[in-house]
Structures are given as structure tokens and as C-alpha cells.
Nanobody
Framework: QVQLVESGGGLVQPGGSLRLSCAASGRIFSINVMGWYRQAPGNQRELVATITSGGSTNYADSVKGRFTISRDNFKNTVDLQMNSLKPEDTAVYYC???????????WGQGTLVTVSS
């Protein structure tokens, strides 16, 4: 069983920065995809960014150029550096772990990011 623990959310002013971290523990496949998703009130959960164990990244158009995802395969952590934050980035951010096909993906408990003056 894999568990994900997120940290780093909070309140930030528009234009500010935050860094989210997610630590995975348990039986982790060496080949996997980890990422961040978010859900704003009244909206569906949406992809923010993903990164494969090989380092390939994918970003939502809305965050390209502002957010950077990174991971440490040795420590089983994935981070999301968020710069130039906007009020529309306000959401609960969830860490996600996708193992190879046939195994169940895992979600973190979520961390709230609020961008407001």
C-alpha cells in the first residue's frame, strides 16, 4: 500500500510563490508517474502537472511557464514550485501516484492553496 503526504499549502498574495511537497511511502514501483492535480470549489479535479520516473513532464496550459514539477526518485518525493500565482490558482492541490497498468492509483489528502490579497 502506497501512502502520500503533502505539505506546503497556505495563503499567498497574487504574484507570490509557494512550493508544495509530496512524500510517498510503501511499495512503490520504480516505473511510475507522479503529479499534482487541483480542485477549486464547484469545479472538477484537473491536472496541474505530471512527471514520469524518467523525468518527462507535462503541464496544464494554465500553469506553463509559472509552475515547475520535480521529483527525487531516491527519496520518492515530488515537488511543485508555483510562481506568479493568480487568484484563479486557488484550489485544493492533490498529489497523485500512478503505478503501472493494472495497479490502483493513489491520492494524497490534499493541501489548500489560497491566492488572495
Amino acid at each position: 500500500q502506497v501512502q502520500l503526504v503533502e505539505s506546503g499549502g497556505g495563503l499567498v498574495q497574487p504574484g507570490g510563490s509557494l512550493r508544495l511537497s509530496c512524500a510517498a511511502s510503501g511499495r512503490i514501483f520504480s516505473i511510475n508517474v507522479m503529479g499534482w492535480y487541483r480542485q477549486a470549489p464547484g469545479n472538477q479535479r484537473e491536472l496541474v502537472a505530471t512527471i514520469t520516473s524518467g523525468g518527462s513532464t507535462n503541464y496544464a496550459d494554465s500553469v506553463k511557464g509559472r509552475f515547475t514539477i520535480s521529483r527525487d526518485n531516491f527519496k520518492n518525493t515530488v515537488d511543485l514550485q508555483m510562481n506568479s500565482l493568480k487568484p484563479e490558482d486557488t484550489a485544493v492541490y492533490y498529489c497523485n501516484y500512478k503505478p503501472p497498468s493494472g495497479y490502483r492509483q493513489v491520492w494524497g489528502q490534499g493541501t489548500l492553496v489560497t491566492v488572495s490579497s
